[in-house]
DNA sequence: GCAGATTGTAAATATTTATTCTACACCGCT
DNA sequence: AGCGGTGTAGAATAAATATTTACAATCTGC
């Protein structure tokens, strides 16, 4: 009962705020309670994601060099945002807010989403996504389980918290994501149901979700620990690895590179990853310049988020041989514009 | 130059401040400005509804009334806010908000949308919207020009904003609204055919909102300026009518009250509105009580989004004998829950 | 080229909002 | 009943934000 009450009085105070713009003082003497306690309220409705404040960015800044990378690397659709700095961290929010807004308005129908929650970048972007009506039925992980049990624990909530946000049914993939030799992968799933399920799930997706690795570890995954080692990322790099989708690693023209720790992963696999309808990425940064392009030029992908500084590197660094869509001609191009929206 | 300048700083202020929580004063010491400045940044974003703030109602609060509604009166969607007073204007405010919200994530594809722009609400409502990217084609309107001529401005603005925020076409019906005979009406439609192309739009429409019009005249519309004189209304009264939906008038039971006006409307017919795949409506107050009850008693209308008081009134009002779903059960019912978010 | 309008600026100030701090109510426990 | 612990309230106060002011720079139309 209070805890309804309460609720409703926050909802209350937060619509007579922002809503209807009146003063925390006007709002205290029409509620007959203190200032403060507006004040609190608020803050409470705020970090209880009541009300939750949107910057729309109007139209695309940076409509031209997309429009290059785009034609360049035959992506159906890249988003650059120009990040507020390029610090790591506040380039990461940046991104995640830029996916979630574009995500918040897919416009094509969504059954299956596949995610991989163990992206900082996707972390994030779950954090600050906004509840959406959608018809999606289920949300499956990319993935198992990689790192230090706290970074699991993370893992597994976000997915969870996607899935309630789209109102999906969360299909979580509860299992070692590296093995430590073949046949312990084999033994893991053989005996897992669940993962089996999931990783079934994982040939018929509409929409999958992916970061972008670079060719180091990352500092959150201890090496060895539920993870490749350093010795392992060596051995990668030395046949020609620069960075990794879903830990597929990829040489500096995005094709895959075949080895013995291909056999270790419990996840999607190449060939689910290529079959799924819309492929979204996020990443940015100079320490992930090459692994992003070779994510983009092998095709991994259809549509990026990124910065303009990485937009950048990718239409300086010369159009790579393969599967690039048509001509060089970085013109107009075959691209559909988006909703514009200024006003006077 | 300066403008896009003066406006990439805006938004970057804007995201600084609101997504990276960052103080007015770091801010200005980062980008060396002054503070005020920054303030008046942050104030000029805001209402370029560059950033705007959400208020998300975290479930639906009032569930048990909704579906009640819902099952009375065979309602696919009923939604009901709880608006923080019953002043007509803040009320429209608050219905606005929340029939934007609902609008910003249809889930079902659409491609033509007929609106009412000359409902107050829903041009407040069109105010709040953010954009959306649709695969709608075309924005058409439901009636001709009522009112004054600043109004019919208001009302082409509205169109033409929302058609933009959907990425859509507006397709205008720059006509009188009511013409002062039929042969007048005759005679205005044939040598007019943007207005014919409009209103054969109106036989295909995935989704049309509507207002829903009390039996009084509207005091932003002056009588017999190009509107009906208070003498047309004060028949139709007599006939029976206690309220409208795009001028279509009704009786206690939502029947159409056929009458001479019928014929003088320009705008969108009785079978055309009923043809329509999703009829949305939003209204409320104590004034329009009788008016929605008829809307949706005779299934003028599948989703209404209205006030608490208003959903109280229809469901006390006993449920009219006509074409009302099934039994009186007025229990759980066969209609859908929506996404719930809550958090811990 | 110059008066008048417009816009942008920092500093000072006023207003609004967040954060103490203290008091008190409400548990669970002995 | 009496005793800490926990949480929430309002009053006072600190901090943050908005507005006013005065002045400088940049356009605009003659």
């Known amino acids: 009962m209070t805890d309804i009450d309460g609720q409703r009085l ?79 961290a506040e380039l990461a929010k940046d991104l995640a807010y830029t996916m979630a807004a574009l995500l918040h308005d897919v416009a094509f129908e969504v059954r299956t989403i596949a995610v991989t929650s163990w992206s900082k970048t996707l972390r994030l972007m779950i954090d600050v996504m906004l509840p959406m009506r959608t018809r999606c039925k289920h ?18 909530r976000s997915t969870q918290h996607f899935a309630a946000l789209t109102g999906a049914q969360p299909v979580f993939l509860r299992t070692p994501g590296v093995a430590a030799s073949r046949e312990m992968k084999e033994l893991l799933l053989s005996s897992d149901p669940h993962a089996q399920k999931a990783l079934e799930m994982l040939d018929s997706v509409d929409l999958v979700l992916v970061g972008i690795g670079a060719d180091k570890i990352d500092p959150d995954l201890r090496p060895g620990d539920n993870f490749f080692t ?40 190449r ?63 075959n691209a559909r514009r988006r909703t514009a929206a200024s006003k006077a």
Not at 20 to 41: F, G, N, P, Y
Not at 44 to 71: G, K, W, Y
Not at 140 to 156: F, I, K, N, R, Y
Request: hydrophobic fraction near 40%; aromatic fraction near 4%; charged fraction near 25%.
């Open 230 to 269: 350093h010795e392992q990322f060596a051995h990668v790099r030395e046949l020609g690895a620069v960075g990794e989708v879903c830990l597929h690693f990829l040489d500096a023209d995005g094709n895959p590179i075949d080895s013995e720790l291909e056999d270790l992963v419990v996840g999607i696999t």
């Open 271 to 333: 060939e689910q990853l290529k079959s799924a309808r819309h492929r979204w990425a996020v990443a940015g940064g100079a320490r992930k310049h090459r692994a992003i392009r070779a994510a983009v030029a092998g095709g991994w992908i259809d549509t990026l988020v990124t910065d303009a500084a990485t937009a950048q590197f990718l239409v300086e660094s010369a159009p790579p041989a393969p599967q690039a869509a048509q001509g060089t001609t970085p013109a107009k191009g």
């Open 10 to 88: 926050m909802i209350k105070v937060a619509r007579l705020y922002h809503t209807h713009e009146m003063r925390q003082t006007d709002i205290a003497k029409r509620l007959q309670i203190s200032q403060s306690r507006v004040s609190r309220l608020l803050a409470q409705a705020e970090d209880a994601s009541i009300v939750r404040t949107v910057v729309a960015v109007p139209q695309h800044v940076h409509a031209e060099l997309e429009e290059r990378v785009e034609s360049i690397y035959g992506l159906s659709e890249v988003h650059i945002v120009d990040a507020v700095s390029d610090d790591d």
């Open 139 to 156: 949300v499956v992980e990319t993935l198992g389980d990689l790192g230090p049990p706290a970074l699991q624990h993370d893992t597994a």
